[in-house]
């Protein structure tokens, strides 16, 4: 049995990228904090797959719940696991609230890293699977527009390009996806450009590089080269540019 599991499964990446593969599974679990929002997901999954779906309710920024969380997704074989949770950082509140940017670093750093963590010993112990993990093309440097997110995003990135290593031998494919601007409704308030990509073709480009088991995708594929030519430039310059 082809079993999926996504973590986060309300977010509009997730969504897009259920509607595409969702039909390849015969079991889908789904797993979200706000539950109605997930059982209508589900209901339309059901409609449009054909699929058994399961629905799990958790916060998953909740470290000391993931445990019971992975022992019940993981009661039989999982294929393939997404992490596709976290919020857009509001960085002017992080400076000036402490408690809400560490309560922001655990959503969409440290827990991430939990529950990946957990994933990957899971499919350790089933010597097989395939687990893509949502970071940020803000975790390659940090900015002054955003780097309490991108230090949490980093840090996923980071952890998972060891954990990658880890896994090798071990049957087990880890891959980091990398979006530039999306346009979700999480970014509803910003100016959109050339520079943005839709939820769909997002989840077009997670779906090609899990069939690839490709190691990192930068999504659209140009952000590759932006955030590279971002990282070459010198820190005394870099740090006077108002990104």
């Not at 997404?82 to 809400?100: K, M, N, S, V």
């Amino acid at each position: 049995m082809k079993v999926l599991v996504v973590f986060g499964a309300t977010s509009a990446i997730a969504q897009a990228y259920l509607n595409r593969v969702a039909a390849r599974y015969d079991r889908l679990i789904l797993v979200a904090r706000n539950a109605q929002a997930v059982e209508e997901i589900a209901a339309h999954l059901s409609v449009l797959a054909k699929a058994d779906v399961e629905v799990v309710t958790a916060d998953l920024a909740d470290i000391a719940g993931q445990p019971a969380l992975l022992d019940r997704v993981f009661a039989s074989p999982v294929e393939c696991a997404l992490i596709a949770y976290g919020e857009l950082t509001d960085q002017q509140r992080c400076i000036e609230d402490h408690e809400y940017a560490m309560r922001q670093m655990q959503l969409n750093g440290t827990s991430t890293i939990s529950l990946a963590s957990g994933v990957a010993q899971k499919m350790v112990k089933q010597k097989s699977g395939t687990l893509a993990v949502i970071s940020s093309v803000a975790g390659d440097r940090g900015r002054r527009s955003n780097y309490f997110y991108g230090t949490a995003k980093g840090a996923v990135s980071t952890f998972l390009s060891g954990l990658r290593s880890d896994m090798v031998s071990q049957g087990v494919t880890v891959i980091t996806v990398k979006p530039g601007f999306v346009d979700t409704p999480m970014t509803k308030e910003f100016k959109k450009g050339l520079l943005w990509a839709s939820a769909d073709t997002v989840a077009a480009n997670i779906d090609a590089a899990i069939a690839a088991k490709k190691p990192v995708l930068y999504t659209p594929w140009f952000w590759r080269y932006i955030m590279l030519i971002i990282k070459l430039i010198p820190e005394f310059i870099f740090k006077r540019l108002p990104l």
